[in-house]
Structure formats: structure tokens, C-alpha cells
């Protein structure tokens, strides 16, 4: 009765922790909803006219043929744009050179830009660029901005990123569950799962609009099946439910077609650990396969037969026209040292779609722990250390994750290719990376795991956690909330200059509070804004005191 009583209380504790994260990953998310100037998100204004197409017109949007709406053009013109964007119109650092007047008369336009002009085609605009995305993120969150077509724009901008942010926030239980499955205890994967809340490029990520933050639900989702496979090859109604994800994966974004290798090795590895079931498990493989192919099938075909390519992707579309041989020539012409170096950056830290970076040692830093991860791994693979938890990992966890996340990151390295064919430029986007954020995250504490004492174990996640949220912190408060509201700019060299807190003083508290509320996706004054950012700091600091706390948990009560 005494262990009863125990197990049910350990499970309540479990339960309200995950709901503290679960509350700081949204307080979190609200914050960058917020504080993120309109269209700062990644390509945000164009998966916003996805969407407006998609509401007015009922039709998926074509690729080089749907155009976006006037609205949204208007709204480029003048509202200040990414520095990345500069070209187009009036970035930040222009914009804040500009008087008040000017400024706040650029405002009023701004929220009152004609609804009329949500169903006008910009006949002279290039098509929708992220006509070449998959559905379902669209089909999601349509009957949302179908109920707030009667607000202005940034307040509809706002709206959508919050639903964004709910969302993403659903992979969290998932991705709870395949950390207790690695790990094998509830206090680590509870840390594990702080720490992946404060990971900074990540929030940026999910608080826009953009389906990147149903790809973190459907991925996470897809790594938990994928796991419970490896103990469980033969349930054949697991296969199925992994092959209905997959579908939904695939009409998400393009991305999960890399997982299809995967899935197909993950059937291999499953026969191998069971071959008395060879038959039942290759039968629920190629089922799964089957069901997903079934149910995003449809969409590749109409993709295809609009760009002629079965990814549709602009890039890949572009260089369709390159020969083999090019192709092949051109691995040994791409600079791979330069192109790993640009996915560690926007991996680590980039300041949204005006591609801010913070100081140069702090990329080091991260590269360093990186290489110790990727030597922990390595160790862990050929030595698996006696612990049941340990050996867990090393013949099975970390395979099936390693597996999904490094064909992710081979299809990086075509992207890289691709880049380099169109415009000799070598380079990728390391954000997109964090759709795996729960299998990065366990395997980062799985390698330095295996290399630290084992008194020091516990405090892998928690020492994770502070490093990750003393960065977040220093880039909202010292690059972020300063260069969106006009204390520091970009240098004539490109370089953006360093903030100094003197700065506050020099602007002056009124300028500075009433900058707070200007060209925001915003729905209150500046009061709001100031609360949000205390909710913001308080819970970033509520997941290093998780973490800490289930350290210490799990050293009272060893696995």
C-alpha cells in the first residue's frame, strides 16, 4: 500500500512539472510572439498570403502561378523589414532614423490598410513563394483566420503566431515520453525537456507563422513510435499509427521525405532484433509505408505535375536543368568547411529573418560541445558501459535517433549542393534541424554523459540548461528588444553594433516605452509588453530550477 501511495505521489509530482514546462514553453513562445516585429519571422509574410489563399479562395495556391494579396504588399511597404530584406523597402535601422511623425503616420497606414485589399491579387508581385509547401499546417489553421478576417493585420499576425506557438507546444508529452524511454528515469527526462524549452533559435522558430511548429508535433510523435517499435517490433497497430504520422509528416513539409529511408531501416533493425517475427514485422513496415505514401501521395503528384519536380521546391526546381556530371563536380567545388560553419550559426544563434549573430566564441563554445557529443556517441556505440540505462542507449536509442537525424542531415548537405549549383554560395539553414529538437537534445546528454565522471552525470541537463538560457537571455536583452527598437544598428561594414544599458538612459524611459508598442503584432500597450517579458524571464529562469532540482531527484533516487 506504502509503494501504491509512493508511485501515485511520484506521478502527481511527474504531472505538475510537465505542466510548469508546458506552461513556461507558452509564456515563452507569447513573449517572441510579441516582441518579434512583423514579417521578422522567417519568410512569415509569405506563408501568411499561403494562408489568405487559401481562406479566400478554398484551393491550395499553385506555385509560379498564385499571386499574394495587396494587403500584404502594402504592409511590406511600410512597415520596417529584416535587414536581410533591406532592398525591398525600409529596414529597422532605417526606419528609426525617420522622425516620430513620419513614423507613427507609416503606423496608422499600416493598421489601416482597406480590408478590401485581403481578397485584391498584387498582379505585379512575384507568385507565392511558399506556394510550394504542403498542406496541413494551412488546412490547421485557416478556421483561425477565417474567425479574425475583421482585424488589422498585425493583430491577425499575433493571433496566428500564438496558435503557432499552442501548437508546437503539443510535441512537449512526446517528447517527455521518449526522454523517460532513453533515459530511463522521469526526473531526466523532465530536465531534458526544460532544456529543450529554452533553446533560443527553437522559440524563434516556432513564433511565427510557419509550419515548422506542427513539423516539431508530427516529428516527436514519429521518434516515440519509432522507439516503442524497437521494444515492441511486432505490434502491428503501432506500425499503423507510425505510417498515419508519416502522411501527415509528409503533408507538412518536405522535409519527412527523409524519414522514409529511415522508417525502411528502422524495419531492418527490428527484424534483426526479432527474427522469429520477421514476416509480421516486415509486413507492418511496408504497411506503414503504404499508408503514408496513401495519404501524401496525392499532394507529390499535384506538386510535381505544377513544378516537375517531386519535392517542389524552388531550389531543387531551379537546378533541374544541371547535368550529373555538374552535379558531381560541384561536391568537390563546394567549400564544406564554410558550409558547416553557416548550419552551426543558424543553428546555435541567428536573430530571425535580419540573420543576427551573437559573438563569435559563443559559436565556438557550442562547436566544442558538439565534437564532445559526437566523441561521447562514438564511445557509447563501441563500449556500451554496463548501467541497463547506458546499454539502452548505446544498442538501440541512439541508432534509431542518430539514424533519423543524420539522413536529415544528409538531405542539409544536398541542400548545400543545391545552393552552391544556383548561386556558388556554400551554405545551409541549421534551423531547420530543430523539427528533430527531442532526438538532438537526448543524444547531446547521451554523449557527454558517457564522458563525465559518474558523480557528474545528474548535472549534464541542468549545466545544459543554464548555459542554453544565459544565451537566450543575452540575445533578446542585449541584440534583439535593441535592434528592434533603435539603440544599436547595423555598422557601415554590416556588422551590427554592441548595446551598452547607458544607451536607456541616453533615449530616454518615454521614447523608449512608447517604441515598445510601435509596429507590433501586438494586442495591448506597452504595460503588456513589460509583462510579458517578466513572464518571459521568470519562466526561462523556472526551467533551470527544474532542471536542477530533477538532477538532484534523480541523484537521491538512482536509476
Request: glycine residues 6%.
Amino acid at each position: 500500500m506504502k509503494a501504491l501511495t509512493s508511485a501515485v505521489s511520484s506521478a502527481r509530482r511527474t504531472l505538475w512539472v510537465l505542466g510548469l514546462i508546458w506552461a513556461c514553453f507558452l509564456a515563452r513562445g507569447v513573449f517572441y510572439s510579441v516582441m518579434l516585429p512583423l514579417w521578422e519571422g522567417w519568410d512569415e509574410w509569405s506563408h501568411f498570403d499561403y494562408l489568405q489563399y487559401f481562406v479566400n479562395t478554398g484551393r491550395l495556391p499553385v506555385p509560379k502561378v498564385s499571386k499574394p494579396y495587396r494587403e500584404t504588399q502594402d504592409s511590406l511597404r511600410l512597415a520596417p523589414l529584416p535587414w536581410t530584406l533591406r532592398e525591398l523597402s525600409i529596414p529597422h535601422d532605417r526606419y528609426w532614423a525617420l522622425s516620430r511623425e513620419d513614423r507613427a503616420a507609416r503606423e496608422s497606414a499600416l493598421r489601416a490598410i482597406p480590408r478590401a485589399r485581403q481578397r485584391q491579387e498584387a498582379a505585379e508581385a512575384e507568385p507565392i513563394y511558399e506556394s510550394q509547401q504542403p498542406p496541413l499546417y494551412y488546412w490547421l489553421l485557416a478556421a483561425p483566420l477565417a474567425l479574425v478576417q475583421d482585424a488589422p493585420l498585425p493583430a491577425r499576425v499575433f493571433l496566428l503566431r500564438c496558435f503557432s506557438v499552442a501548437l508546437a507546444s503539443l510535441a512537449i508529452p512526446f517528447g517527455f515520453a521518449i526522454g523517460r524511454r532513453v533515459l530511463g528515469s522521469e526526473a531526466m527526462a523532465l530536465g531534458a525537456v526544460a532544456l529543450t524549452t529554452v533553446i533560443p533559435v527553437s522559440t524563434i522558430n516556432l513564433s511565427r507563422i510557419g509550419n515548422e511548429s506542427l513539423s516539431l508535433v508530427v516529428y516527436t510523435a514519429l521518434l516515440y513510435l519509432a522507439l516503442r517499435l524497437v521494444d515492441e517490433p511486432a505490434g502491428f497497430r503501432t506500425w499503423l499509427g507510425l505510417g498515419a504520422v508519416l502522411g501527415c509528416g509528409l503533408l507538412t513539409k518536405v522535409y519527412f521525405l527523409t524519414a522514409l529511408p529511415a522508417v525502411v531501416l528502422l524495419c531492418l533493425w527490428a527484424i534483426r532484433l526479432r527474427r522469429d517475427r520477421w514476416k509480421r514485422i516486415l509486413a507492418g513496415g511496408a504497411s506503414a509505408c503504404a499508408l503514408a505514401v496513401a495519404l501524401a501521395g496525392w499532394w507529390y503528384w499535384f506538386i510535381h505535375a505544377a513544378t516537375g519536380a517531386v519535392s517542389g521546391q524552388i531550389q531543387v526546381v531551379a537546378a533541374g536543368s544541371i547535368t550529373p556530371a555538374d552535379r558531381w563536380r560541384a561536391v568537390f567545388q563546394v567549400e564544406w568547411p564554410q558550409a558547416l560553419d553557416s548550419i552551426l550559426i543558424s543553428h546555435v544563434w541567428f536573430g530571425a529573418h535580419s540573420f543576427l549573430q551573437v559573438r563569435s566564441w559563443i559559436y565556438h563554445f557550442f562547436a566544442g560541445v558538439f565534437l564532445l557529443v559526437a566523441l561521447g556517441l562514438s564511445v557509447l556505440m563501441v563500449k556500451p558501459r554496463r548501467s541497463p540505462v547506458e546499454s539502452y542507449q548505446a544498442s538501440r536509442a541512439v541508432p534509431v535517433l542518430g539514424g533519423f537525424l543524420v539522413l536529415f542531415a544528409a538531405s542539409l548537405m544536398y541542400h548545400v549542393l543545391v545552393t552552391f549549383l544556383l548561386i556558388r554560395l556554400s551554405a545551409s539553414n541549421g534551423r531547420y534541424l530543430y523539427c528533430l529538437v527531442f532526438a538532438e537534445v537526448l543524444l547531446v546528454v547521451a554523449g557527454l554523459s558517457v564522458l563525465c565522471p559518474r558523480a557528474w552525470k545528474a548535472w549534464v541537463i541542468p549545466f545544459g540548461t543554464a548555459c542554453v538560457a544565459l544565451l537566450d537571455f543575452y540575445g533578446v536583452n542585449f541584440l534583439l528588444l535593441p535592434y528592434y527598437h533603435g539603440l544599436i544598428a547595423h555598422a557601415p561594414d554590416g556588422k551590427l553594433q554592441n548595446f551598452h544599458l547607458s544607451q536607456l538612459a541616453s533615449l530616454g524611459w518615454t521614447e523608449l516605452l512608447s517604441r515598445l508598442e510601435t509596429n507590433r503584432p501586438f494586442l495591448g500597450g506597452y504595460p503588456v509588453f513589460v509583462l510579458l517579458w517578466v513572464l518571459y524571464v521568470l519562466a526561462t529562469a523556472a526551467c533551470v530550477v527544474v532542471a536542477i532540482l530533477q538532477a538532484r531527484r534523480t541523484r537521491s533516487d538512482p536509476v
